[in-house]
């Protein structure tokens, strides 16, 4: 019984902190969306593209249709072969990486290629996916970011919104909402490379180059040297990214298990506060049914549906909020967004799952290739 106790009452407690954000997350998108920055500086966006992504030509046309004055987009490959036909738009320049060091990640030598192809003129270095889809007016959100004092780096996140919806696809999503909705006021923890932006100033003098030799996390390595450098990384939310495909249970499962491996590499402080915490929740659940299954009282019942109930309403903030920040999906958070909500139970249990895959191997899969990665140095497999 007195471990019931402390798990339920640090759950609670942790609940009710992490509820009190949600009102300071909810003024700051709004006002976020409202800004509009100074300046737009000449800007170069880089996608990296390695075969075949789900809707990945119109991605790319949104990428090159941006609502910005002066920008050039750098589609960048490490060779023909992994870039499809008829899928770069015509205001896009193309930059062919090639093999690069074998003990860095493909994307991550990619990336340096399309720094080194960028034209002198441009100030800003922006990152996007190949597999998600921008909104017009991206690159501005990241660019106003750029202008808060002490901005090293400014970035979003993505949602994944599938369409049609399945339910791996939408348990994603909802796994996915908890990394999304922690973003908000002040310096963030990590930026996101999908969404992610740079002034070149702060790219050289922040040793990001050498910062990514040897790894295989282009943004939690940039995220270090932003910090490192005593340098803040903002949140954009009118950059918020949308992947609207879908997945399998298998396909699910191996993506939160390599995030995770790659969060405990990359940001153990981050993957520690998180499986302690998942720990901790998950258990008063389970003690919570089993003091309702034995005990007399009633307890145990109240402690779950508490529980379940501020889980369920965290889930309702976030995606209230995000859907403030992403006006044209509308229309799919009213049909679907019931699960941000009612599936949040299921979603903790996931992600204690992914937390607790991760612990075993340092070893993950990614684009086709095969690292083993450390803090210090990635080691790419062959197989």
């Given at each position: 019984?007195?471990?019931?106790?402390?798990?339920?009452?640090?759950?609670?407690?942790?609940?009710?902190?992490?509820l009190?954000?949600?009102?300071?997350?909810?003024?700051?998108?709004?006002?976020?969306?409202?800004?509009?920055?100074?300046?737009?500086?000449?800007?170069?966006?880089?996608?990296?593209?390695?075969?075949?992504?789900?809707?990945?030509?119109?991605?790319?046309?949104?990428?090159?249709?941006?609502?910005?004055?002066?920008?050039?987009?750098?589609?960048?490959?490490?060779?023909?072969?992994d870039?499809?036909?008829?899928?770069?738009?015509?205001?896009?320049?193309?930059?062919?990486?090639?093999?690069?060091?074998?003990?860095?990640?493909?994307?991550?030598?990619?990336?340096?290629?399309?720094?080194?192809?960028?034209?002198?003129?441009?100030?800003?270095?922006?990152?996007?996916?190949?597999?998600?889809?921008?909104?017009?007016?991206?690159?501005?959100?990241?660019?106003?970011?750029?202008?808060?004092?002490?901005?090293?780096?400014?970035?979003?996140?993505?949602?994944?919104?599938?369409?049609?919806?399945?339910?791996?696809?939408?348990?994603?999503?909802?796994?996915?909402?908890?990394?999304?909705?922690?973003?908000?006021?002040?310096?963030?923890?990590?930026?996101?490379?999908?969404?992610?932006?740079?002034?070149?100033?702060?790219?050289?003098?922040?040793?990001?180059?050498?910062?990514?030799?040897?790894?295989?996390?282009?943004?939690?390595?940039?995220s270090?040297?932003?910090?490192?450098?005593?340098l803040?990384?903002?949140?954009?939310?009118?950059?918020?990214?949308?992947?609207?495909?879908?997945?399998?249970?298998?396909?699910?499962?191996s993506w939160?298990?390599?995030?995770?491996?790659?969060?405990?590499?990359?940001h153990?402080?981050?993957?520690?506060?998180?499986?302690?915490?998942?720990?901790?929740?998950?258990?008063?659940?389970?003690?919570?049914?089993?003091?309702?299954?034995?005990?007399?009282?009633?307890?145990?019942?109240?402690?779950?549906?508490?529980?379940?109930?501020?889980?369920?309403?965290?889930?309702?903030?976030?995606?209230?909020?995000?859907k403030?920040?992403?006006?044209?999906?509308?229309?799919?958070?009213?049909?679907?967004?019931?699960?941000?909500?009612?599936?949040?139970?299921?979603?903790?249990?996931?992600?204690?799952?992914?937390?607790?895959?991760?612990?075993?191997?340092?070893?993950?899969?990614?684009?086709?290739?095969?690292?083993?990665?450390?803090?210090g140095?990635?080691?790419?497999?062959?197989?």
């Open positions: 019984m007195l471990l019931f106790w402390l798990f339920a009452s640090i759950s609670i407690l942790l609940a009710l902190a992490s009190r954000g949600d009102r300071r997350r909810a003024d700051y998108t709004a006002e976020a969306l409202a800004r509009e920055p100074a300046t737009l500086p000449p800007a170069t966006v880089i996608v990296p593209v390695k075969g075949h992504d789900h809707a990945l030509a119109d991605n790319l046309e949104a990428l090159a249709s941006l609502h910005y004055p002066d920008f050039e987009l750098l589609v960048v490959a490490r060779s023909e072969s870039v499809p036909a008829g899928v770069i738009p015509a205001r896009a320049r193309v930059v062919f990486a090639g093999h690069g060091d074998p003990n860095t990640g493909e994307k991550i030598n990619n990336l340096l290629a399309a720094i080194a192809a960028a034209r002198p003129e441009s100030q800003i270095f922006a990152f996007a996916d190949s597999d998600g889809r921008v909104q017009p007016g991206w690159l501005r959100a990241l660019a106003a970011a750029l202008e808060q004092d002490k901005a090293g780096a400014a970035t979003a996140y993505r949602w994944h919104l599938p369409q049609p919806p399945s339910f791996w696809s939408l348990l994603r999503s909802v796994w996915n909402s908890v990394i999304a909705g922690n973003f908000g006021p002040g310096d963030n923890p990590f930026a996101w490379g999908g969404a992610m932006a740079i002034r070149r100033g702060t790219f050289h003098s922040a040793r990001i180059a050498e910062y990514w030799q040897g790894a295989v996390s282009d943004d939690f390595r940039l270090q040297a932003i910090h490192d450098a005593g803040r990384i903002i949140y954009a939310p009118g950059a918020l990214v949308v992947s609207s495909d879908q997945t399998s249970a298998a396909e699910f499962l939160i298990k390599r995030q995770m491996i790659i969060t405990r590499v990359y153990p402080r981050l993957w520690w506060m998180a499986i302690l915490g998942h720990i901790v929740y998950c258990g008063a659940m389970a003690l919570s049914v089993w003091v309702a299954a034995t005990g007399s009282t009633l307890i145990g019942e109240y402690t779950l549906v508490t529980l379940l109930g501020l889980g369920m309403l965290k889930g309702t903030n976030r995606a209230s909020i995000a403030s920040a992403l006006p044209t999906y509308k229309t799919w958070f009213d049909r679907h967004g019931w699960v941000f909500t009612w599936w949040v139970p299921l979603g903790t249990w996931v992600w204690l799952y992914g937390l607790l895959a991760s612990c075993f191997t340092n070893t993950i899969e990614w684009r086709g290739n095969r690292y083993r990665i450390s803090s140095k990635t080691r790419k497999l062959y197989t």
